[in-house]
């Protein structure tokens, strides 16, 4: 299994420049701006609902509306959308996602981190990454370290690796990599 420091390096030892990418769950469009930057994908589609969760701890400053931070995604990426090469889909990925596949060569999961949110993404994006893709998990600690004790990524992962073909390959501090052992 391959180590990086930083899920920035995972984006540049894993995913390919040119391919096609999704990230599910954008918030503010940190992490898209960097898939962006660090991949340059030929198309890079973003899923969120921008709209209230029901789990405690996410939100981030409470001041903020879910319309702004679709606003200042938007912004951020505007010369990217003008090309065609980042699409916006607002809504959840349950719905959003199966209008799309497959088509995607890797998928970057940060979405809802609750467990069965979580297990329901990753059984999603299998349907969703073609052949030989990927798919990725943002937050991926063996141990809960928010105060919620909500994060259920880590178990959601172990227990779709424990019941597919799928394995994990490469790790960084904060997320994982996955990929299909039949396909690999």
Known sequence: MKTYDLRTDLYTGEFAPGSIGCEIGVFFGDNAEDLFRIVQPAK??????????????????????????????????????????VIIHVGPAEVVLPTLQP?????????????KSALRDLYMATNAVVSGGIIAAHDYYPKDDWETGEIGVYEAVQEFISETSWEVSAVAKDSCLLRDGVSV
């Open 44 to 85: 890079l589609h973003l899923i969120d609902p921008w709209a209230p969760m029901p789990m405690p701890g996410y939100g981030g400053d409470k001041r903020e509306s879910q319309s702004s931070r679709l606003n200042k995604t938007r912004d951020r990426l505007e010369q990217q959308i003008i090309q065609g090469r």
């Open 103 to 115: 088509v995607f060569d890797w998928i970057y999961i940060d979405g809802d981190h609750r467990f």
